[in-house]
């Protein structure tokens, strides 16, 4: 039965208030299966539905951090990482319901590189001013940028391209470049100009998270901030829950998940012992969907 109040002249259903659920997309090594998705009804305590949703068939036939957007028009868009290394792209697919899959492509945003090493981590952004999608990944060019410690096969910067279909993609460009290697960037939109940088400083002997602020999307992002994770963490994942921010990462070396909570992305509260991520899960994205989804996705799963 649902219950209804009065506020002011607005009528609001309760029931309606809370009919959005959170999933996490992942893997699990060696990352030859597939797409996997965890849910959540509360943002801290996660389900695994233990199937595989999607399995890659380009690149080297593996999907590593996976990663969704759903866009105006209800499709979910998925694009992730198909090769350790010697692809020039990143692999793609969509869907309506996250069960049935569109044909696999590579999307080759990196061709006009002929000595890129990599394309890492593709995380999906759509940018509702300018209504097109915005997708980062991390490369590295050789002898492109000062290397610091790190060999040069292993210096990476972030890179974009923008599509409104999907079919028609705008010329790769450099997206960020804090002046050390970073990967495993996401772009978080908090206000009408306000713009948050989640990455991965991937530099010996740090390999943490910080944060950089932007006006804009794609940027200019300026100075990261200091780490507010411990050494060995990387993948990070955001999601708004109640009025503070969760960021999930893995920690690879301890083999869990950790996490922070936020306000303000300026100071942070660590709350690793508040979640629960089962055990495997690798590197993904956090988004929201309606129950009804997360239902078919809960029968799909069973009678798999």
Same mark, same amino acid.
């Given at each position: ?23 996490? $997309?992942?893997?699990?090594? #060696? ?41 105006? +028009? ?39 590189? #002929? ?45 974009? $391209? ?11 460009? @450099? ?8 990967? +495993? ?8 100009? +306000?713009?948050? @940088? ?63 909570? $936020? ?21 993904? $994205? ?19």
């Amino acid at each position: 039965m649902k219950k209804f109040f009065i506020i002011g002249l607005v009528l609001i259903s309760v029931a309606s208030c809370n009919n959005r659920v959170y999933l996490f $997309t992942g893997f699990h090594e #060696p990352a030859n299966a597939g797409l996997r998705l965890l849910y959540s009804y509360d943002g801290y305590k996660w389900q695994d539905l233990d199937t595989v949703f999607l399995k890659p068939v380009v690149g080297d036939k593996i999907m590593r951090d996976p990663s969704i957007v759903q866009g105006p +028009d209800g499709v979910f868009q998925i694009v992730w990482t198909c090769a350790w290394k010697g692809n020039k792209g990143f692999g793609y697919a969509s869907s309506k319901d996250l069960i049935h899959w569109s044909e696999e492509r590579v999307i080759d945003v990196m061709k006009n590189e #002929p000595t890129t090493v990599n394309v890492w981590a593709p995380e999906i952004f759509y940018d509702d001013v300018e209504k097109q999608f915005i997708i980062i990944w991390a490369s590295t060019i050789p002898f492109r940028f000062p290397k610091g410690i790190e060999d040069e096969d292993n210096n990476h910067r972030m890179y974009y $391209t923008t599509t409104k279909d999907f079919k028609t993609f705008s010329d790769t460009k @450099l997206f960020y470049d804090p002046g050390f290697s970073v990967i +495993d960037c996401e772009i978080l939109k908090r206000g009408k100009k +306000d713009y948050v @940088l989640i990455l991965k400083d991937n530099t010996r002997p740090n390999h943490n998270i910080k944060v950089a602020f932007g006006k804009s999307p794609l940027g200019p992002y300026g100075k990261p901030s200091e780490a507010f994770t411990p050494s060995y963490t990387e993948g990070p994942a955001v999601e708004k829950v109640g009025d503070a921010y969760l960021i999930y990462f893995d920690q690879y070396k301890d083999k869990i998940y950790g996490a922070v909570k $936020t306000k303000d992305f300026k100071s942070f509260t660590n709350i690793t012992k508040e979640i629960s991520v089962p055990e495997g899960h690798k590197h993904g $994205t956090i988004f929201k969907v309606n129950k009804k989804v997360l239902k078919r996705l809960l029968k799909f799963s069973t009678h798999k």
